[in-house]
């Protein structure tokens, strides 16, 4: 079986940031690479077709969440990319969710594949307490994903992003092959941050994560292709 990869967020400023970071990998590498709001505003649907076109696979987050009708419109365009995964907020509702996956699904030119569509639950950055008294969800975080997951599931989608700690509860609700994609990854020595539901890689694979999606501790990382390489055996499990 292939080596799992871990997703790398680059959140970073300019396309000079992400080609200096990138110098880092070995050139035939090919990458799985988050492309989300900090780059994607600064430099456009271009940064995803160079990314694509350096042989690397996206993964574009662009959390969308707003009426139905802009969102099926803004997907049929996302569609004409070419990248691998997209997504919502769940919490814009299962007939925008619905509107979505149709304007992936209208807009992928005949021929290529359809992007996978993913529903964010609750940010990883979102604490249990945070959900009661913030967003006034009485029965809690874990609760409220699980509620996103089906829902989100009953609106067509291939899964969702929650954290690792609801990976598994996730699974059990929905089924085996529903994706969850699951931020939040933290080595034991890597800082927190404003990550409030973190997992490490091995525990994450352990609960069900069937995508890890990791950031600062390979961007900030002094040598990000060793810390890259130590979080992908860790997620392949070869520690253990
Ligand atoms: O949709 C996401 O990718 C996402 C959802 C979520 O709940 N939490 C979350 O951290 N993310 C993204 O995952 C990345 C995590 O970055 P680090 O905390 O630096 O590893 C960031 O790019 C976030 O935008």
Known sequence: MREKRPVIALDLPSKKDMELFLSHF???ESLYLKVGMEIFYQEGPSIVT???DNGHDVFLDLKLHDIPNTVYSAMKGIAKLGVALTNVHAAGGKEMMEAAYRGLKEGTPTGQPVPKLIAVTQ?????DEQVKEEQLISVGLNDSVRHYATLTQEAGLDGVVCSAHEARDIKEHTSEDFVCLTPGIRLASNDVGD?????TPSKARENGSTYIVVGRPITQAENPYAAYVEIKNEWNGEND
């Open 26 to 28: 070995p050139k035939e």
């Open 123 to 127: 940010l990883t950055s979102t604490s």
């Open 50 to 52: 160079w990314l694509i």
């Open 195 to 199: 990550q409030k539901r973190v997992m």
